[in-house]
Nanobody, 127 residues
Framework: QVQLVESGGGLVQAGGSLRLSCAAS????????MGWFRQAPGKEREFVAA???????TFYADSVKGRFTVSRDNAKNMYLQMNSLKPEDTAVYYC?????????????????????WGQGTQVTVSS
């Protein structure tokens, strides 16, 4: 059984930084692409960033490109470094694991391609 646990959320002023972590357990972490999504109050959940199973490809939403960086390690962790935060980045952030191993495509944006989800961590950016 796969379990994903996010941490690192909190309250930060605009322009500040936060680093989110996602700890995975269960199936072989290194075989699966991983993604970050977020949901702001009253809005649909949206794609933020993703990283391939090898860690050699990353993908970002236009709204965070140049400010956020996704990474992963050889243990069972994925990270999201968030810099130059804006009030519109306020949301619950979720990590997710893709359904299929060894995915070599570039479509990391579709939520239905992710089988496992964490419980989310709140990020609040004050102006």
């Amino acid at each position: 059984q796969v379990q994903l646990v996010e941490s690192g959320g909190g309250l930060v002023q605009a322009g500040g930084s936060l680093r989110l972590s996602c700890a995975a357990s269960g199936r072989t972490f290194s075989l699966y692409g991983m993604g970050w999504f977020r949901q702001a109050p009253g809005k649909e959940r949206e794609f933020v960033a993703a990283i391939s199973w090898r860690g050699d490809s990353t993908f970002y939403a236009d709204s965070v490109k140049g400010r956020f960086t996704v990474s992963r390690d050889n243990a069972k962790n994925m990270y999201l470094q968030m810099n130059s935060l804006k009030p519109e980045d306020t949301a619950v952030y979720y990590c997710a694991q893709r359904s299929g191993a060894y995915y070599r495509g570039s479509d990391y944006y579709t939520q239905s391609d992710y089988t496992y989800w964490g419980q989310g961590t709140q990020v609040t950016v004050s102006s």
